[in-house]
């Protein structure tokens, strides 16, 4: 194969160059070599910074591949183009990174924290916390706690401490709030993409006709869509750089709210898939109750054994993929089903 460069014009681009780059970047932002580090000191990387390295680490991950098999929102779409929780990540991703780049923040930490941000969501999209709530205390099981959960034990990463935080925290309603302005710059990106894209899943599966969102949503962020994702991100940028702070001007904020209150009254909580989300949860918690009887059962290569039995049962659950998880129930629930 003919090469496609001559000598002498490719240049040496390392971890230091690297960290020397971080230095132009904004007052605020997290320098990777400023890290509070890892649980477990490691010599640094000849190429990546300590960020890169945990983006890598997390896309190498099992957890991470099994994103690719669970729900976002709709169960068992009919079509290929519905959002999954992969594609929900990768477009997390890309709006945290479009923050980061605009503020002069670090991207690395951002892309790290929003790839690894969903991985601890059990299968058939946000029923984990409802369907396991039973088995533990008030508010003890959260899909962000189970995803630190992962990298810190069940496949353990050794990350950043940053980016540890940003995935405990990427959830809004997780006290107290991350650390870093990248950790806000994932926040608010969670919240863009699943707004924009549950909108193009709704209207696709018929759940919506695309003139019925709140008509102070449409006349502020266009039609649903890439017009909503440009320009919430555009509102988080501007009053970002006016402020100092990773943030959206009061107005587009009350109006994000206010849709996004809109998709939970008619798509999320709305009648059919609140009928689906109970047979879902029948499903995650009939698989809890057998595997603590039958502990064990649970596969020595997602289990730790120091753990409390109802831990490591919700671990292997919520782990499930969605058709792992249906698999495993028809195997033990209905075995005529297997002949």
């Not at 971890?15 to 890892?38: F, I, V």
């Not at 205390?137 to 940003?166: C, K, M, Y």
């Not at 502020?220 to 509102?235: L, Q, S």
């Given at each position: 194969?003919?090469?496609?460069?001559?000598?002498?014009?490719?240049?040496?681009?390392?971890?230091?160059?690297?960290?020397?780059?971080?230095?132009?970047?904004?007052?605020?932002?997290?320098?990777?070599?400023?890290?509070?580090?890892?649980?477990?000191?490691?010599?640094?990387?000849?190429?990546?910074?300590?960020?890169?390295?945990?983006?890598?680490?997390?896309?190498?991950?099992?957890?991470?591949?099994?994103?690719?098999?669970?729900?976002?929102?709709?169960?068992?779409?009919?079509?290929?183009?519905?959002?999954?929780?992969?594609?929900?990540?990768?477009?997390?991703?890309?709006?945290?990174?479009?923050?980061?780049?605009?503020?002069?923040?670090?991207?690395?930490?951002?892309?790290?924290?929003?790839?690894?941000?969903?991985?601890?969501?059990?299968?058939?999209?946000?029923?984990?916390?409802?369907?396991?709530?039973?088995?533990?205390?008030?508010?003890e099981w959260?899909?962000?706690?189970?995803?630190?959960?992962?990298?810190?034990?069940?496949?353990?990463?050794?990350?950043?401490?940053?980016?540890?935080?940003?995935?405990?925290?990427?959830?809004?309603?997780?006290?107290?709030?991350?650390?870093?302005?990248?950790?806000?710059?994932?926040?608010?990106?969670?919240?863009?993409?699943?707004?924009?894209?549950?909108?193009?899943?709704?209207?696709?599966?018929?759940?919506?006709?695309?003139?019925?969102?709140?008509?102070?949503?449409?006349?502020?962020?266009?039609?649903?869509?890439?017009?909503?994702?440009?320009?919430?991100?555009?509102?988080?940028?501007?009053?970002?750089?006016?402020?100092?702070?990773?943030?959206?001007?009061?107005?587009?904020?009350?109006?994000?709210?206010?849709?996004?209150?809109?998709?939970?009254?008619?798509?999320?909580?709305?009648?059919?898939?609140?009928?689906?989300?109970?047979?879902?949860?029948?499903?995650?918690?009939?698989?809890?109750?057998?595997?603590?009887?039958?502990?064990?059962?649970?596969?020595?290569?997602?289990?730790?054994?120091?753990?409390?039995a109802v831990?490591?049962?919700?671990?292997?659950?919520?782990?499930?993929s969605d058709?792992?998880?249906?698999?495993?129930?028809?195997?033990?629930?209905?075995?005529?089903?297997?002949?």
């Amino acid at each position: 194969m003919q090469e496609l460069t001559t000598p002498g014009t490719l240049v040496r681009h390392d971890r230091l160059a690297r960290e020397a780059d971080e230095e132009r970047l904004s007052p605020s932002a997290t320098r990777s070599a400023q890290s509070r580090g890892r649980e477990r000191p490691e010599g640094p990387d000849e190429f990546r910074t300590a960020f890169e390295r945990d983006r890598d680490r997390i896309i190498h991950s099992k957890a991470f591949r099994r994103l690719k098999h669970k729900t976002q929102v709709f169960l068992n779409p009919e079509g290929d183009h519905f959002v999954t929780r992969l594609t929900h990540t990768m477009q997390v991703t890309q709006v945290g990174r479009a923050l980061a780049k605009a503020l002069s923040l670090n991207e690395s930490l951002a892309e790290a924290i929003a790839l690894g941000h969903d991985v601890g969501h059990s299968p058939f999209g946000h029923t984990g916390e409802e369907a396991l709530s039973p088995y533990f205390a008030p508010d003890e099981w959260h899909h962000a706690a189970q995803s630190v959960r992962i990298f810190e034990v069940l496949e353990d990463q050794n990350l950043t401490w940053e980016v540890r935080d940003g995935i405990r925290a990427h959830s809004w309603k997780i006290h107290p709030p991350p650390s870093t302005p990248e950790a806000y710059c994932v926040r608010f990106a969670d919240r863009i993409a699943y707004l924009a894209h549950d909108a193009l899943d709704a209207v696709r599966a018929g759940v919506l006709a695309p003139h019925a969102f709140p008509a102070a949503a449409l006349e502020r962020f266009g039609a649903p869509g890439r017009d909503w994702v440009a320009t919430m991100i555009n509102a988080v940028i501007d009053e970002s750089l006016r402020t100092g702070a990773v943030r959206m001007d009061d107005a587009t904020l009350a109006t994000m709210n206010g849709l996004r209150d809109f998709m939970f009254e008619h798509v999320y909580q709305s009648a059919e898939q609140l009928r689906q989300q109970r047979r879902a949860i029948a499903v995650i918690r009939d698989l809890m109750d057998w595997h603590l009887e039958h502990p064990d059962e649970i596969p020595d290569t997602y289990r730790q054994t120091d753990a409390p039995a109802v831990v490591q049962a919700a671990d292997y659950i919520a782990g499930m993929s969605d058709r792992y998880a249906l698999a495993t129930y028809d195997r033990l629930f209905r075995p005529m089903l297997n002949l």
